[in-house]
């Protein structure tokens, strides 16, 4: 079953802007990932947050979490075309081996 | 360094053939899974090892096979393939440590049976 819900499903924004897209869980975990797809390939591991972390960053990434929401947030700052992927959440649901997937946030930055 | 590796890319099969689907990691990792990916969709866990000769299923394991025979390889087999099984097949391999799980993917083998 889908735990994490990310929205919105899709985004497009002109290059330069930042992009921001969402992920709901519904149980408690220890952390939260993001990863990116791009067209055609398998996913990339971006961003680890961990439970007791309300904040990351990475580059022009920067993830928060809100565990109390039982939500996170991915922020791209200055948005490339070489960002236009898909993005995904995943949480651990308190598990050492699965991971649980959301279905996506499809991201197109516009020239 | 190769990663994870699959093969084949690309498949067509009829309604009731069989095939394998290999996936091969070099990082020396204790963990590795079969997905689907379904347009629109996220992620569906098929079957997932968390060590040589161990296998468990996920949560779409109908109609599919797999084995560890070497911890460096993990195949997904599919015994008499329909057209529900049309997909994109990823594997993963990972290390854990503690809760932490961060999973390494292949690129991929699309899958049409027709």
């Known amino acids: 079953s889908q735990q994490g819900e990310e929205d919105p499903q899709a985004l497009s924004i002109q290059e330069g802007e930042n992009a921001t897209m969402n992920c709901s869980y519904k149980?408690?975990?220890?952390?939260l990932q993001w990863y990116r797809q791009n067209s055609g390939r398998g996913l990339v591991h971006l961003i680890l947050?961990?439970?007791n972390e309300r904040e990351k960053h990475s580059g022009r990434l920067r993830v928060t979490l809100d565990t109390s929401k039982k939500s996170s947030s991915l922020l791209i700052t200055a948005s490339r075309a070489a960002d236009t992927a898909s993005y995904f959440c995943?949480?651990?649901?308190?598990?050492?081996?699965?991971?649980?997937w959301g279905a996506g946030t499809k991201l197109i930055i516009k020239p | 360094n190769a990663g994870v590796t699959q093969t084949p890319k690309f498949r067509v099969l009829k309604t009731g053939q069989s095939m394998t689907l290999l996936c091969a990691q070099d990082?020396?990792?204790?963990?590795m899974y079969w997905y689907r990916q379904d347009p629109g969709m996220g992620l569906r866990l098929i079957h997932y090892?968390?060590?040589?000769?161990?296998?468990a299923k996920g949560e779409v394991p109908d109609g599919y096979n797999v084995s560890r025979l070497k911890k460096q390889n993990f195949l997904l087999g599919l015994e008499s393939a329909a057209p529900s099984q049309t997909s994109v097949y990823f594997c993963?391999?990972?290390?854990?440590?503690?809760?932490?799980?961060?999973?390494?993917f292949g690129a991929g083998t699309r899958l049409s049976v027709l």
């Open positions: 090892s968390v060590g040589e000769g161990t296998t």
């Open positions: 995943a949480t651990d649901a308190n598990s050492n081996y699965q991971l649980i």
């Open positions: 990082m020396n990792h204790e963990y």
């Open positions: 993963a391999s990972s290390y854990s440590m503690g809760r932490t799980n961060i999973q390494y």
């Open positions: 149980t408690s975990i220890n952390n």
């Open positions: 947050i961990r439970s």
